[in-house]
């Protein structure tokens, strides 16, 4: 079965370094997402992204991230300066229907768990 | 403020008991809703959708209901099993791109 699959599972750096997380999402989907989940918080949407573009962000997701398709597989989330407060479980997500269709299920990655130090 | 709530945060259960879960929504203007579990350390498994034009969905021991107008849902688990054990998200899209996520039940089913 298909399924969205992210690089690294874990993921350690130092406050104010930049981290790149990966995602490569499944193959006929058109519309990716990043999510996180600070420990013991609700999931909380990031952004969303169609035909190379930023469809849609959430408040958290400011001038330190950035969001691109480098290729036709990878979907990346880059964290320009980390801080403390960074520190979650980011899920990428992709879907096959648009976000606004009743039929629009999510698939979800595994995570990736940025510990900033 | 559009939010999705989950109630109780935790529940423990028999091994073979049926069980509801609850999930509740403040705006009954909803795409769908979507029911995930996730088992500790781990990513999100989608369980069932449920379009905002259907009351119900099923999947094998699984079945979800959707009742816009009081803005509830609700996932019934026929005969637990220990592997049942995880938590359950409840996650809804209102119109916008994003799903919006309650905090979740975590359920353990006692052998």
């Known amino acids: 079965e298909p399924e969205v699959t992210q690089t690294p599972s874990h993921q350690v750096t130092q406050m104010g370094q930049e981290v790149i997380l990966r995602c490569v999402p499944i193959?006929?989907?058109?519309?990716f997402y990043w999510y996180r989940q600070i420990l013991g918080q609700k999931v909380e949407f990031l952004v969303s992204?169609?035909?190379?573009?930023?469809?849609?962000k959430s408040e958290i997701f400011d001038d330190q991230f950035s969001v691109e398709r480098p290729d036709g597989s990878n979907f990346t989330l880059k964290i320009r300066s980390t801080k403390l407060e960074d520190s979650a479980m980011y899920f990428c997500?992709?879907?096959?229907?648009?976000?606004?269709?009743?039929?629009?299920?999510?698939?979800f990655g595994a995570g990736t768990r940025l510990s900033v130090l | 403020k559009q939010e999705v709530t989950q109630i109780p945060a935790a529940l423990s259960v028999p091994e073979g008991e049926n069980l509801v879960l609850n999930c509740s929504f403040t705006?009954?203007?909803?795409?769908?809703l979507q029911w995930f579990r996730q088992d500790p350390g781990k990513g999100l498994t989608s369980l069932l959708l449920?379009?905002?034009?259907?009351r119900e969905q099923t999947s094998g021991r699984l079945n979800a209901s959707l009742d816009k107008s009081s803005g509830r849902s609700t996932l019934y688990i026929a005969a637990s099993q220990p592997g049942d054990s995880a938590t359950y998200l409840c996650a809804v899209t209102f119109g916008n791109e994003k799903l919006t996520f309650g905090t979740g039940t975590r359920l353990t089913i006692i052998p």
């Open positions: 997500a992709s879907s096959e229907e648009s976000p606004g269709r009743a039929k629009n299920i999510q698939y």
């Open positions: 992204f169609y035909n190379n573009e930023i469809s849609e």
């Open positions: 705006d009954s203007a909803i795409y769908n």
């Open positions: 449920i379009q905002s034009s259907q």
């Open positions: 193959s006929n989907h058109l519309y």
